[in-house]
């Protein structure tokens, strides 16, 4: 296969083109109008590029026949990529970029009961965890996973919804201010991913150990590798999740960590935050 054929998308979605060339747009506008280092622009590129690459190319037809293959385009939609893009503090950036009309629009809907209610929401400091944890676990259910693989409407409501939970999350814990105006302490930011990655690398564990094939979907479609056996690919696929998706919620807890001393140091703790940082220990808040 050529390669350029292989960013042909496996499946035509204009409501993923739609976002995408969007996003892109307003973050190119809106780097005409405040600085944006080289840096930040380099992991909001870098996370674009691997999200289209995870999400709208042939990689998606194996993803559909390879359960590893599958874990880490889910590796890719819900931590690293929302991870790298969030990392870029985009929000300034992206409002920037809107036509000053749409601006006006947003800041008055934002100030309505409607949007204060969506944006509570999708900065809750439970909600937004627990979905980021439930979305995956959740559709590994080997029922939930084969019909989600079997229909397309599901399939993309999967993707979809890990992709959005991740960018949710990311959002939280890449937070570099104090509480208020963060919705999580600095200490909350710390422990919120020590939570979240538990139940993920337990799962991960169960399938890497597991000797049965919990997901016969990928035989039924064919898969795309016939050499490997069922349990091969579930047992690189479950690894994927325990080792590499933790490593990646590791990082969130070091950030949260780097964070927490930075406001130490300039004294935009709260006086019993920084006494326990002071003397070595946890900020819990």
Not at 32 to 55: D, P
Not at 119 to 124: D, G, K, N, Q
Not at 268 to 279: A, N, T
């Amino acid at each position: 296969m050529h390669l350029l054929e292989w960013l042909i998308p496996w499946e035509f979605s204009p409501l993923f083109l739609f976002f995408f060339l969007g996003g892109a747009w307003l973050f190119a506008r809106g780097t005409r109008v405040h600085k944006v280092s080289g840096w930040r622009q380099a992991l909001f590129w870098s996370g674009m590029l691997i999200l289209y690459l995870s999400m709208h190319t042939r990689l998606d037809y194996y993803a559909e026949r390879m359960f590893f293959i599958h874990r880490l385009q889910h590796l890719v939609l819900h931590h690293l990529g929302p991870l790298l893009i969030m990392g870029a503090y985009p929000g300034q950036v992206l409002r920037a970029g809107l036509p000053m009309r749409w601006r006006i629009r947003l800041r008055d809907f934002r100030r309505t009961r409607l949007g204060r209610g969506i944006e509570a929401v999708l900065t809750h400091r439970i909600l937004v965890p627990f979905l980021f944890v439930i979305l995956v676990v959740g559709f590994l259910i080997p029922t939930v996973q084969f019909y989600s693989m079997l229909d397309w409407r599901l399939y993309r409501l999967m993707n979809w919804s890990v992709v959005i939970s991740g960018f949710m999350y990311w959002n939280l814990i890449l937070d570099r201010r104090p509480s208020p105006p963060a919705v999580l302490s600095p200490g909350g930011r710390v422990f919120c991913p020590i939570i979240t990655m538990v139940p993920q690398i337990i799962v991960g564990a169960v399938i890497t150990f597991s000797e049965k094939d919990l997901y016969p979907i990928f035989d039924l479609c064919g898969r795309a590798i016939p050499g490997m056996t069922a349990i091969t690919d579930q047992a690189i696929g479950g690894l994927t999740m325990w080792v590499l998706a933790g490593f990646i919620e590791v990082f969130g807890v070091l950030y949260a960590l780097s964070t927490v001393m930075r406001l130490s140091e300039k004294n935009r703790l709260p006086q019993r935050s920084r006494r326990r940082v002071s003397r070595g220990m946890p900020v819990v808040s």
